[in-house]
C-alpha cells in the first residue's frame, strides 16, 4: 500500500524538546538523520492526561523488554496509545529513563544558557518539564518515558549496557495514534550513553493520515493480551 501524503513535517534539532497532540487515525515518523540519535518520549490521553504512557504494564502485557514494530504502547488503564507499525532500528528502549541537571553537568562540565546561549548542555528531565508545562502538566506528571532509536541490554545480574550505534542514518519509526495523544519528545542524549562529549542528535518527525486497525493488524494480533486492549481502546471511542 502506498503512503499517505505527508500532512505536517519538521525537523526537531539536536537537544531540543517537541509536543504534538496526535489524532486517533494519524500517524508520526520519526526518522534519525544523522545516525545515533535518541528521542526520548513520554504519551498522555489527550482528553484526560491522567492516563498516561505505562512502562510496566507495555512490557509485561507483551513479555518484553525492548520495543519494535509489532508492539503497542499501553496506558495505565490497559487501553492502547500508540502502536509501532514499523521500524528499521529494531530495538528501542523502555528502560533507560531520562538525564537530569546533575548527570549532564557531571558528565560533560557545567554550561548555561547565559554563557553558551542554544548551545548550551540539555537533560531530558527538563525537556520534558519545558514541554509538559504547555499543556498544564508538571514535575508530578512525569512517569518512565520510552527512548527511541537506544538500546540497552540487561546482563543476569541486573546491569544495564547501552549499545553504541543501535541506530544508523535514515532509520526510523512510526507510531500509529489509537487515541488523541499529547506526546512529549526531547533528542536529549540517553543517560547511559558512553559519548564523553555532548553531542546530541536531530531527528525529523512528519505527521501522516493512516487506515483504522483491521483485525489482523500485527499490532493486534502479536500478543493475545493486545487484542483486549484495542477492545478496550475502541470501545472507549464510542
Not at 67 to 80: E, H, K, N, P, Q
Not at 170 to 185: K, P, Q, S, W, Y
Amino acid at each position: 500500500m502506498s503512503e499517505t501524503p505527508i500532512l505536517w513535517e519538521e525537523t526537531i534539532q539536536p537537544g531540543a524538546s517537541w509536543s504534538h497532540v496526535m489524532k486517533r487515525g494519524t500517524s508520526l515518523r520519526i526518522t534519525d538523520l544523522g545516525g545515533g540519535a535518541n528521542v526520548g518520549a513520554l504519551f498522555y490521553n489527550f482528553e484526560c492526561p491522567v492516563e498516561r504512557y505505562n512502562m510496566p504494564d507495555t512490557l509485561k502485557a507483551q513479555h518484553i523488554a525492548r520495543l519494535t514494530a509489532g508492539f503497542v504502547l499501553y496506558s495505565d488503564m490497559g487501553r492502547i496509545l500508540c502502536s509501532v507499525t514499523a521500524d528499521t532500528a529494531g530495538w528501542h528502549d523502555p528502560i533507560g529513563g531520562m538525564s537530569n541537571a546533575r548527570l549532564i553537568e557531571a558528565k560533560y562540565g557545567p554550561s548555561s544558557y547565559q554563557e553558551s546561549r542554544n548551545e548550551c548542555h540539555k537533560n531530558g528531565r527538563d525537556s520534558f518539564l519545558v514541554e509538559l508545562g504547555k499543556w498544564g502538566l508538571g514535575p508530578r506528571d512525569l512517569v518512565a518515558n520510552v527512548n527511541f532509536f537506544s538500546r540497552v541490554d540487561v546482563a543476569p545480574d541486573g546491569s544495564m549496557s547501552f549499545a553504541p550505534g543501535n541506530s544508523k542514518t535514515g532509520d526510523f519509526v512510526e507510531l500509529r495514534a489509537e487515541m488523541n495523544v499529547l506526546t512529549i519528545l526531547n533528542t536529549c542524549q540517553h543517560p547511559l550513553d558512553p559519548n564523553e562529549k555532548y553531542e546530541p542528535k536531530a531527528v525529523q518527525v512528519s505527521i501522516r493520515r493512516v487506515p483504522a486497525p483491521a483485525p489482523s493488524d500485527p499490532c493486534r494480533i502479536s500478543r493475545p493480551e493486545n487484542g483486549r486492549g484495542f477492545t478496550l481502546t475502541e470501545r472507549y471511542f464510542l
